[in-house]
């Protein structure tokens, strides 16, 4: 590699690349007895990172006295952030970053040019704070990018194993076809068996006479491999697309074309609605996405190295969880993180499925139970779900349950129960299932008490479950099992007068 191409390797974006860097410096401790030289790779304003003899090391600036023609200025330093990853969720950057400098007083400045980037500048000197950038780039080199800390973010529709994940915004797949198209609906059965190349004319799907070309997103960008992963397998299309604007434009010209599409990217082509495979119909509203009750919901992402990013990434990251990161996720068209609440009288679906789709093992008085409880009650979006597998809670149900603590700890939940209500799949004997859906309600009641240990007995939900009394979709398939496998939160009215004892908390 030449010295001017290392050069723009190391100039990540979560620390300052200026003319003055990759040169050396001398870091020597304030309290004496230690000396470090290297090649300075960024201050981020808290530490400076540095290429030494012994490693890439990060060092408290508090601790240090840096000496040396490379010494960057001390006082608000220029942040480079870097995001790459994504194009199909790039509309979400510009919102997001102008909604972060406007939250802090700044100001924003985007700059021209055939990819995003914007300057965040001090309004009374016009100091530069921060050079914010978008690059699209396919999956792999996006988290190669990452790792090798040439960007400081991914944006992405999955999350990985070797990175932290935090969360931005929801989307959901959804089927497209054109206008003009005369089919009604689909069932996900025969849509996994045209997405898997089985079918190739409309008739076999209860359509008219003519051939079926699937359109898809090629198969090397993020959202089709979140899509793929989401289905299990890979789309057998006869006609590929860089992009969801270039698949909806395509899609919408020819009324015998069928694709996957992001909600936030139909137009010009319609939805068609979607059912499972017991005629359920499966809607893709905001609660259902929050929920994960829509089968193909989609978390955006951003993804970092699992090591100390600079304060004001960290500040952006903060950010997110905040109503005006909400407003800017919901001007680009994605659903935003913010909770939902809805009565549980408003969704008759639910009760609809709940009766039929009632194994011989749940009994009537399962039922009067079940709606004993709702009665009254407000759902929350909040739901949690657990990896495959495994008792542990998936990278979406970890952060509801931090906003969940935040907002009890607010005080957001005052003069109200909260309920944490477990729910299994039709796999196994009900009995079975009974237990599991309650052991599952509590293991996520124990994780709030260790994400909030402050939190009262009194402000902890209550645990109840209801095995496969209440099924989302049919059990036939996995997406539907993995469906009825959750844990939802309710909300209750509770004015319980002075002098009655508490509610007793979850296990």
């Not at 359509?207 to 793929?228: F, R």
């Not at 913010?338 to 639910?350: E, I, K, Y």
Request: overall charge negative; some cysteine.
């Amino acid at each position: 590699m030449g010295v001017k191409a290392g050069l723009a390797a190391l100039c990540v974006a979560a620390f300052v690349c200026d003319s003055a860097a990759a040169q050396d410096v001398t870091l020597v401790a304030r309290e004496g007895g230690i000396v470090l030289t290297g090649t300075l790779q960024g201050y981020d304003g808290e530490f400076y990172r540095i290429d030494t003899s012994y490693g890439l090391l990060t060092v408290d600036g508090q601790g240090v006295i840096c000496e040396g023609p490379a010494c960057p200025e001390l006082v608000a330093p220029r942040a480079v952030i870097r995001v790459v990853g994504a194009p199909d969720a790039a509309a979400l950057v510009p919102p997001l970053v102008e909604a972060f400098a406007t939250a802090r007083g700044l100001i924003y400045e985007p700059a021209a040019g055939a990819d995003y980037a914007a300057r965040i500048l001090d309004p009374a000197t016009r100091k530069e704070l921060a050079d914010v950038s978008f690059q699209p780039m396919g999956p792999e080199a996006a988290t190669a990018a990452v790792e090798a800390g040439a960007a400081d973010l991914k944006l992405s529709f999955r999350t990985e194993p070797g990175l932290g994940a935090h969360s931005v915004a929801m989307d959901a797949m959804v089927v497209i076809v054109a206008q003009d198209n005369p089919m009604p609906e689909i069932s996900t059965t025969d849509l996994a068996r045209v997405l898997g190349g089985e079918i190739g004319n409309w008739s076999e799907i209860g359509g008219p006479d003519v051939p079926l070309v699937v359109h898809a997103l090629a198969p090397d960008t993020d959202l089709q491999q979140a899509l793929s992963d989401r289905l299990g397998a890979v789309a057998a299309a006869d006609v590929l697309h860089p992009d969801l604007a270039a698949l909806a434009e395509a899609v919408a010209k020819d009324p015998w074309a069928i694709a996957i599409s992001g909600r936030s990217a139909i137009v010009p082509a319609r939805r068609l609605p979607l059912t499972d495979s017991c005629g359920f119909p499966l809607l893709p509203t905001t609660l259902a996405i929050k929920a994960g009750d829509y089968p193909l919901a989609l978390p955006v992402t951003l993804l970092a190295a699992k090591r100390r990013l600079p304060l004001l990434t960290r500040e952006f990251i903060a950010f997110l969880r905040t109503p005006a990161s909400g407003e800017a996720v919901a001007s680009a068209g994605f659903i935003d993180r913010s909770v939902t609440r809805q009565p549980m009288t408003a969704d008759g679906l639910r009760l609809i499925n709940a009766i039929q789709g009632a194994g011989e093992d749940v009994t009537l008085d399962d039922l009067k139970r079940l709606v004993g409880i709702m009665d009254g009650a407000d759902r929350v979006s909040f739901t949690f779900r657990f990896e495959d597998g495994s008792s542990t809670l998936d990278s979406v149900s970890q952060d509801n349950l931090a906003d969940l603590a935040q907002l009890i700890a607010a005080g957001q939940f005052r003069d109200q129960k909260l309920v944490l209500a477990g729910f299994s799949d039709g796999s196994g004997a009900a009995e079975a299932n009974l237990a599991l859906s309650v052991d599952r309600a509590a293991k996520v009641a124990q994780e709030l008490a260790v994400v909030a240990p402050d939190l009262s007995p009194a402000q902890m939900p209550v645990v109840e479950g209801f095995g496969e009394a209440l099924p989302m979709a049919c059990d036939e398939t996995a997406i539907g099992r993995q469906l009825n496998r959750r844990v939802e939160l309710w909300v209750v009215p509770d004015f319980a007068p002075p002098g009655t004892p508490p509610l007793a908390p979850a296990p």
